[in-house]
């Protein structure tokens, strides 16, 4: 089921002659009528590009290039959304003390709070959990999910968690000690928590370009390589338990980093014996995106690129809530021996035996199913591809969203679009509530909520990124949708000047995001 199709639209972007003949050209023939064009421009351009020379004469000037991408599945389930009316929703956001994470699923119509366990499984991974094999120890779907991350990330060794931050929890118990820091190309809230009460400090050597929302930078994620030096030399490797490195940034915006970025962050850390342990959530939607701008990766499958990242680190949390298309479930994969013995211990302390994990075994076979998928070219592309199109139409109708279009998410510019709030009246927060009151669309704060109080001033961290991120579960929603998730966004955006801020009344100690309450400034 590997998928050795290269991407045919990497011409577009500078990257080598996709007509050049080639092992995988078999796979790239001209499309027949019933399908989408492989040769028409990059995902989400019909209609906003002219065509180009491979357009062929049929095309009449009036008519948009034939689209490149469609969604590689049909529908076989549905599930029916509640429509609300504005009241409704004033009354559902009031309960939930303007929280997003507080509503009820059930009041909310287009539900793009995130992409975490909210993907759609195929019938192949639904079939897979009729094959669960709920032994207590030693579970078929155990051995399958392992031979599995072997294959496609290459990892040696692998502890099944019930998530993603079961895996962070066990690693950073083990490898942190009071006093290290732990570099990384930006934080993500669980991961940082678990660093700092393993009595670690996280420290951000991101390259500058990652804070600034409108700078087209292609490899938002890409590591400040001085930044990190300054780190080691500030600081001595020996209290550098490891550099945490994510692909597809999250809170960057769904950025990736280079192949190429990652080789020289692997060449630095290599002289000074510091290992690098890579958070693989959405690791194939990076490889997508290095894919389509990395030239040396031009000529890669998507599986290839995959395992190249993972190659160059020592290990991965993985939270198979997201790139592997499950509703639940992770692993943290490793390649080091000793440390594998150390976490597989603490699994049974912590999550459950270490050939569970705290997974069923029909979890674990539709985790393995899900990874295969998840590498499979078509469907990352249209996966992203559904991603840029939402973008897109918000980027044509001048409304400040972080550029270039992530992988999993878009993300509005709260800052820019609320300019008269102060960061302290949480304009993310208070424009997520605003969404759902416009169409009872639920999307996620990103910004001073999430960054939480630095532990030394005991102050709001005010990061530079105030966003809300619009997140798209795979294969869930469809054009209509998306669609219609801009159109509210649009009429928000209109009236956005009386959109009042928050202020903060109820503040829980960990992850403060999920569970605060708010009520509007007067
Ligand atoms: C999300 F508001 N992400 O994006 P777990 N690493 C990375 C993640 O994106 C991630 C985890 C580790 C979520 C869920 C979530 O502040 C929040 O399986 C790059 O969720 O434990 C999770 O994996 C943790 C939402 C998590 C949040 C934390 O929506």
């Not at 030693?138 to 294959?151: A, I, K, M």
């Not at 300054?230 to 809170?251: E, F, H, L, Q, S």
């Not at 669609?483 to 928050?502: F, I, N």
């Not at 995001?513 to 509007?520: E, N, S």
Request: glycine share 8%; proline share 6%.
């Amino acid at each position: 089921m590997t998928d050795d199709r290269t991407n045919p639209d990497a011409s577009d972007l500078g990257a080598p002659d996709h007509d050049a003949p080639d092992p995988g050209a078999a796979d790239r023939r001209a499309p027949d009528r019933h399908a989408p064009d492989r040769h028409a421009p990059d995902p989400a351009a019909a209609g906003r590009r002219a065509p180009d020379a491979h357009a062929g004469s049929h095309r009449s000037s009036q008519r948009p290039a034939r689209r490149s991408w469609a969604e590689p599945w049909k529908i076989k389930m549905v599930e029916h959304l509640k429509m609300t009316t504005p009241e409704e929703r004033r009354r559902a956001i009031e309960e939930a003390g303007y929280n997003t994470f507080l509503l009820r699923s059930e009041d909310v119509y287009i539900d793009l709070l995130t992409d975490s366990g909210t993907s759609a499984m195929s019938d192949r991974q639904w079939a897979g959990m009729m094959l669960g094999d709920e032994a207590y120890a030693g579970s078929r779907n155990f051995y399958h999910l392992e031979e599995t991350v072997r294959d496609v990330y290459g990892y040696r060794y692998v502890v099944p968690t019930h998530q993603g931050r079961g895996a962070e929890h066990i690693l950073s118990q083990i490898l942190i000690k009071e006093g290290d820091v732990v570099p990384g190309n930006m934080y993500f809230t669980t991961t940082r928590l678990h660093q700092e009460l393993a009595g670690g400090g996280f420290i951000d050597v991101i390259c500058d370009q990652a804070h600034e929302p409108a700078s087209e930078f292609p490899f938002k994620g890409d590591v400040d390589l001085y930044k990190l030096q300054k780190v080691i030399d500030d600081y001595g490797p020996d209290r550098i338990p490891y550099v945490c490195i994510a692909t597809a940034v999250n809170m960057a915006g769904g950025q990736p980093i280079s192949l190429g970025n990652l080789r020289e962050v692997r060449a630095l850390c290599d002289r000074y014996g510091i290992s690098i342990i890579h958070d693989a959530t959405r690791v194939a939607e990076n490889a997508y995106f290095c894919q389509v701008r990395e030239p040396e990766c031009a000529d890669m499958t998507i599986a290839e690129i995959v395992r190249a990242l993972c190659d160059l680190t020592d290990g991965a949390t993985m939270s198979a809530k997201k790139d592997a298309l499950v509703n639940i479930g992770g692993f943290l994969a490793l390649n080091d021996e000793p440390t594998y013995r150390a976490a597989q211990n603490m699994c049974v302390v912590y999550e459950g035996l270490h050939t569970y994990g705290g997974m069923a075994g029909r979890d674990m076979e539709a985790v393995a199913i899900g990874l295969r998928e998840s590498v499979e070219f078509d469907h990352i592309r249209a996966r992203v591809g559904q991603v840029e199109y939402l973008g897109q139409k918000l980027v044509d109708w001048g409304i400040p969203v972080v550029r270039p279009i992530g992988g999993h998410a878009v993300f509005l510019d709260a800052r820019a679009i609320l300019e008269h709030l102060d960061q302290d009246e949480y304009p993310a927060q208070a424009l997520a509530a605003e969404i759902y009151l416009e169409a009872g669309i639920r999307a996620m704060e990103r910004g001073n909520v999430s960054s939480g109080r630095d532990p030394q001033t005991g102050k709001n961290r005010r990061p530079k990124l105030e966003l809300v991120r619009l997140t798209i579960p795979r294969r869930v929603y469809t054009q209509a949708h998306m669609d219609v998730t801009a159109e509210a966004v649009a009429e928000v955006y209109d009236h956005r000047t009386q959109v009042r801020g928050l202020e903060m009344v109820f503040e829980p100690q960990y992850l403060r995001f999920f569970q605060a309450r708010f009520r509007p400034l007067a």
